[in-house]
């Protein structure tokens, strides 16, 4: 069955995106699309920065369908180039009739251009733009393959360095599809900034997650071998508790596969990520009398964060690097800080009584 994937911006808190415009840098976008990806040409890899990967529609597109870029704010465009059809010789899934449209403000759309030979461009004279989207304007008699959108405008809009899907599976509890599919595209929407914080020479991220919610599962969420499951009864009565998702988003980012690794540090690197990176100052108190680095979860999450602050501030990043290729050991804290784990641990202790 095909439905429509509606992202409701309004879902994503709009402080989420403040950072990155606060600091001047380029504007985040999100696909919009009424087109279910085929054999996991995944919708990011339109606008990738390489035309040599493209996303794939896996039916016929037809009037009703639209693939749309939608930027986190409006930017002045001053040109839009859309090529489509797989790279190679025969090109195939080009746009046989279409034309591309703009937005000032992502609902109304107006035409921009036709569609030629599977390509569409055209200069904007700096023209403020909210969304762009690709239309058929008949019914297509083969899948639809979009190479690449190029962009250029002020200030830029980042294209997806660590392309990802996060493909949503509720088939036994279509209840929650809504409720996912807004989780996974805000898992999406924060997949560069996760992998950024945990990034590592020759790292290369998933780019095909599958996220399935079940009424059979009797846990809260977990991930494992590049999919998360999560529990169609805790995330119904818990539908906030999107940082769940996003701590096991990083536990997919992470992939370590060493033994050496301990089980509170893996955990504790996840909830640092969700609690001091996602949403800060949500952590809660931390028991001062029942503290321990090792308490895993949010209790090592908040010692990381101590020790981040006052020794080393890229703690996380070195640690992940270890931890991935399988380096791990406990002295790593005395080279990096000075201080034995339990000697960090008494004096992080002792601060949260104060
Ligand atoms: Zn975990």
Redo the contacts with the bound molecule.
């Keep these: 069955m095909r439905r429509p994937l509606r992202l409701a911006f309004a879902f994503v808190p709009t402080v989420l995106f403040l950072p990155a415009i606060a600091r001047g840098e380029s504007v985040a976008a999100v696909v919009e699309t009424t087109l279910e990806t085929g054999s996991k040409q995944i919708r990011q890899f339109a606008f990738d920065g390489d035309a040599e990967t493209f996303f794939a529609s896996k039916e016929n597109p037809s009037v009703s369908d639209h693939f749309t870029l939608v930027f986190e704010q409006p930017v002045s465009v001053k040109s839009i180039a859309v090529i489509t059809g797989q790279p190679g010789p025969e090109s195939a899934g080009k746009l046989e009739t279409g034309v591309l449209e703009v937005s000032t403000d992502g609902e109304t759309f107006t035409e921009l251009a036709k569609f030629a030979n599977g390509e569409a461009r055209e200069e904007l004279h700096a023209k403020p733009i909210r969304a762009i989207r690709i239309k058929p304007t008949s019914v297509q008699d083969h899948p639809l393959a979009v190479r690449e959108f190029t962009i250029a405008s002020d200030p830029p809009v980042a294209v997806f360095e660590y392309p990802v899907e996060i493909a949503v599976d509720c088939s036994d509890s279509p209840e929650m599809k809504e409720w996912a599919d807004k989780v996974a595209r805000l898992c999406e929407l924060w997949y560069p900034r996760l992998n950024e914080a945990l990034k590592s020479d020759g790292y290369k991220p998933a780019n095909y997650i599958k996220m399935r919610i079940s009424s059979s599962y009797n846990g809260v969420a ?2 494992g071998g590049g999919n998360i499951l999560g529990s169609t009864k805790f995330f119904k009565a818990h539908p906030d508790d999107v940082g769940a998702m996003i ?2 988003t990083v ?1 997919i980012i992470q992939r370590y596969r060493s033994r050496k690794n301990p089980g509170w540090l893996v ?1 504790g690197v ?1 909830d640092y990520i969700r609690f001091f990176l996602f949403e800060p100052g949500k952590i809660g108190p931390i028991n001062a009398k029942r503290a321990r680095y090792d308490g895993s979860y949010r209790t090592t999450a908040a010692f990381l964060a101590y020790v981040t602050d006052k020794y080393d501030k890229s703690l996380i990043s070195k640690l992940n690097v270890h931890m991935r290729e399988g380096t791990y050991k406990e002295d790593l804290f005395k080279e990096l800080t000075g201080k034995t784990v339990q000697e960090l641990d008494e004096e992080w202790r002792e601060s949260l009584k104060r």
Excluded: N
């Design positions: 977990e991930a701590h096991e536990h955990e996840a």
